[in-house]
């Protein structure tokens, strides 16, 4: 595999204006940088963390640097989606994959119908293997998941690599999970549950693989720490349509509610975190909050008619977290509104206040979102 950076500077995060360009600090400037991932990265992009970046000068751009990758927890991840290719070939050439030392790469790029797959494998048999390859930044503690925004190519993609094998030909995905402490990997059904779905149904026909990368901030050349282990029981159960849910919304101007039979209630401008629950058709009760015209019934519905929903988080679970939630919420806000949305229960409250835009938060998207999306589900990913 070749050297893929010289020169490799660090830089400080500041702000994404958009899905392709952030605002970095460096050497004491703010610089526009493109950004060649534009998967949501909710759960690294924080203001102040070290992202990694090379010059990268073309005339007439609007920038003259490119991301390479960022940090967590001193660790450096690979975010440059531009070399995916280069990294799942160097690992098979090197015979780096547990169970595909027989084959190597013949074609990049190589189209069948109307899908376009990344890589064509043979080996001494003469045997074609389509191979896609996904790069993978969502992760928790231990565990990885994919995708981390819905992505209809994705899936559509799933079931055309499973018509070719049911055609005859040997298909397959290579997710490269840039976390070399991942111990798992799963579809993410919180994000996108019709993936996950098509997911569930063609993977036992595909020859899949999640390998767990760890990178030096040179970024010269992966090291394959293991293969993430997949549990299809836990995913199958988790993966439903139900579970809990976070709306962040936004309050623009100081405002006073009667909110149903609980009377009046005023509200500070700024952003709040409502907790709810579905035990059945999650995604219609996510969109129905999204709507200001409607009926009011719960709470919620109230307040919606003045707020604007900055984010909705389904956190799909066979378990009540409801509850669960609210206390993580509560521990991290800077107030509550007491008795609102828990009329069913003993907390106090399930909405609360932040005094910065949630998705933005350190301690929201890792204490409260990373966990209970993904770290609460170790154990039973790794019991096999």
């Known amino acids: 595999m070749k050297v893929l950076y010289e020169n ?34 909710w759960e690294l992009l924080f203001v102040g963390v070290k992202m990694y970046v090379v010059h990268h000068p073309k005339e007439g751009a609007k920038t003259q640097y490119r991301v390479i990758g960022i940090e967590r927890e001193g660790v450096p991840i690979m975010l440059d989606t531009n070399y995916c290719n280069d990294m799942a070939e160097y690992m098979i050439e ?22 376009r797959f990344d890589l064509l494998l043979t080996n001494d048999k003469g045997e074609h293997f389509l191979l896609e390859v996904k790069s993978c930044t969502l992760f928790g503690d231990q565990g990885a998941m994919f995708p981390d925004a819905v992505t209809e190519r994705g899936r559509k993609h799933l079931l055309h690599l499973q018509e070719l094998q049911q055609e005859g030909y040997r298909t ?26 098509t997911f569930i149904e063609v993977a036992p026909q595909l020859d899949w693989k999640a390998m767990a990368l760890q990178w030096t901030s040179e970024f010269h050349r992966p090291t394959v720490v293991r293969e993430c282990l997949y549990n299809d029981v836990v995913v199958h159960i988790e993966a439903e349509d139900r579970g809990d849910y976070l709306m962040v919304l936004q309050v ?13 209630m005023y509200f500070e401008p700024g952003y709040y975190v409502y907790v709810g629950s579905a035990k059945a058709n999650l995604e219609k009760r996510i969109e129905r909050h999204k709507r ?19 984010a909705a988080l389904p956190i799909r679970s066979s378990s009540d977290l409801e509850c669960e939630l609210a206390k993580a919420m509560k521990a991290i806000s800077v107030d509550e509104v007491k008795g609102f949305g828990c009329s069913d229960c003993q907390c106090d409250s399930h909405l609360f206040k932040m005094d910065v835009n949630p998705i933005h938060d350190e301690r929201f998207m890792i204490e409260v979102v990373e966990q209970f999306r993904m770290n609460r589900l170790n154990t039973m990913m790794l019991d096999r």
């Not at 605002?23 to 990265?41: D, F, K, S, V, Y």
């Not at 490269?176 to 996950?196: C, I, M, N, Y």
């Not at 623009?252 to 509610?257: C, N, R, S």
């Open 8 to 41: 490799v500077q660090t830089a400080t995060f500041v702000e994404r204006p958009n899905r392709f360009v952030v605002h970095l600090e460096l050497q004491g400037q703010i610089i526009a940088a493109h950004l060649p991932n534009p998967g949501r990265m």
């Open 94 to 115: 090197e015979q780096l994959i547990p169970g595909w030392e027989e084959w190597r790469v013949v074609r990049r790029e190589y189209t069948v119908g109307h899908s």
């Open 172 to 197: 397959g995905i290579l997710f490269l999970v840039q976390w070399g402490r991942a111990l798992w990997f799963s579809p993410d059904f919180h994000t996108d549950l019709e993936f996950t779905k």
């Open 252 to 264: 623009e101007e100081p405002v006073t509610l009667t909110i149903g039979s609980k009377g009046d």
């Open 292 to 310: 200001k015209r409607k009926k009011k019934h719960w709470h919620l519905d109230y307040l919606r008619s003045v707020s604007t929903v900055i």
